[in-house]
């Protein structure tokens, strides 16, 4: 099946500083991935779709001023978490879709930890 | 607003025996369904999709799917303790190709006792 790779997979900062998870495609071109944030024991909750050389789009409660989206190629977009607090701390999961399947691939998923 | 509804669990079934998970969905137009299985600490991976009423069996899974009753399950048979996990359904309203983001699930913690 299609490979999506994620890095980093944990990531510890403080407060205030902004991290940068990068998801890639390693094996099809993705014109669009989604990210996704799991809470411990809760579902995965859909944060924002990330297009090709187009604005992200983000679901309704998720700041995009806070979770900024890069897709610049067809093979990675990347999620900035810009003044990272303890209450950003999670799972983040990024996916993607190969061309003509209805599957959708996840990433490793990276674990923020913000102190 | 799209829900996707799971008995969170835990599930205990015997080793051997058939799991049986269910998921209903709200969205009656939604069109592609899904089985993700996810371990502790890990993102997940695809199980089996289905896309039209019926049955689907691969391996020892058989995924059954009832649009008119907006409702989908997944079968697992001759259960292992390897199938211990979170069992997590997902919804998507187009047909599988489009460029929506599933619903998913609160997911349903199975354990297969020894």
């Known amino acids: 099946g299609a490979v999506v790779s994620q890095h980093p997979s944990r990531v510890i900062c403080k407060s205030g500083t902004s991290v940068k998870i990068e998801c890639r495609s390693l094996?099809?071109?993705?014109?669009?991935m989604f990210w996704y944030r799991q809470f411990p024991k809760q579902s995965l909750m859909l944060m924002a779709t990330?297009?090709?050389?187009?604005?992200?789009?983000?679901e309704q409660g998720v700041e995009k001023d806070k979770f900024l989206i890069n897709h610049a190629s067809l093979t990675l977009s990347t999620l900035t978490v810009t003044s990272a607090h303890p209450e950003d701390s999670s799972f983040y999961i990024c996916?993607?879709?190969?061309?003509?399947?209805?599957?959708?691939?996840f990433g490793e998923g990276s674990r923020l930890t913000v102190l | 607003q799209k829900e996707v509804e799971q008995n969170s669990g835990p599930l205990s079934v015997p080793e051997g025996a058939i799991a049986s998970l269910n998921c209903t969905y709200s969205?009656?137009?939604?069109?592609?369904f899904f089985w993700y299985r996810q371990y502790s600490g890990k993102s997940p991976e695809l199980i089996m999709s289905i896309y039209s009423n019926g049955d689907k069996e691969d391996g020892r899974f058989t995924a059954q799917l009832n649009k008119a009753s907006q409702y989908v399950s997944l079968l697992i048979r001759d259960s292992q303790p390897s199938d211990s996990a979170t069992y997590l359904c997902a919804v998507n309203v187009g047909s599988g190709g489009g460029a929506d983001g599933l619903t998913f699930g609160k997911g349903t913690h199975l354990i297969i006792q020894p």
């Open positions: 990330s297009n090709e050389g187009s604005k992200a789009t983000y």
């Open positions: 996916s993607a879709r190969s061309q003509g399947d209805g599957e959708l691939f």
């Open positions: 969205d009656r137009v939604s069109q592609s």
């Open positions: 094996d099809f071109q993705a014109t669009t």
